[in-house]
């Protein structure tokens, strides 16, 4: 077991940021593949952004430039910027790790471990 621990959601307007973070423990973050996952009720969940072990990042196509991922390897920690947030990304956000890498970085079933979630919610 890897544990992830999210924060960082909250109830914001739409036009409005948030960070999220998720804390890594027990190994270095820097050797696994990271990921933002997110779910709405009544919806799949859907890949939002991952991170590679070099630091090459994926986005989906709803949040490119306004969501940055990025990583502290040296505090383990994940982290997902949302800058003009808008009602549809309301949701609760998951974060997920694997060791090897996946074919499809926004791909749930590649991820082995996932955190218990964080919600974000944006008014309009």
């Known amino acids: 077991q890897v544990p992830l621990v999210e924060s960082g959601g909250g109830s914001v307007q739409a036009g409005g940021s948030l960070r999220l973070s998720c804390a890594a423990s027990?190994?270095?973050?820097?050797?696994?593949?990271m990921a933002w996952f997110r779910q709405a009720p009544g919806k799949e969940r859907e890949g939002v952004a991952a991170?590679?072990?070099?630091?090459?990042?994926t986005y989906t196509d709803s949040v490119k430039g306004r969501f940055t991922i990025s990583k502290d390897n040296a505090k383990n920690t994940l982290y997902l910027q949302m800058n003009s947030l808008k009602p549809e990304d309301t949701a609760m956000h998951y974060c997920?790790?694997?060791?090897?890498?996946?074919?499809?970085?926004?791909?749930?079933?590649?991820?082995?471990?996932w955190g218990q979630g964080t919600q974000v919610t944006v008014s309009s």
């Open positions: 997920a790790s694997t060791f090897f890498r996946p074919s499809d970085a926004l791909g749930s079933w590649w991820y082995d471990y």
């Open positions: 027990g190994y270095p973050a820097n050797i696994t593949y």
């Open positions: 991170i590679d072990s070099d630091g090459t990042t």
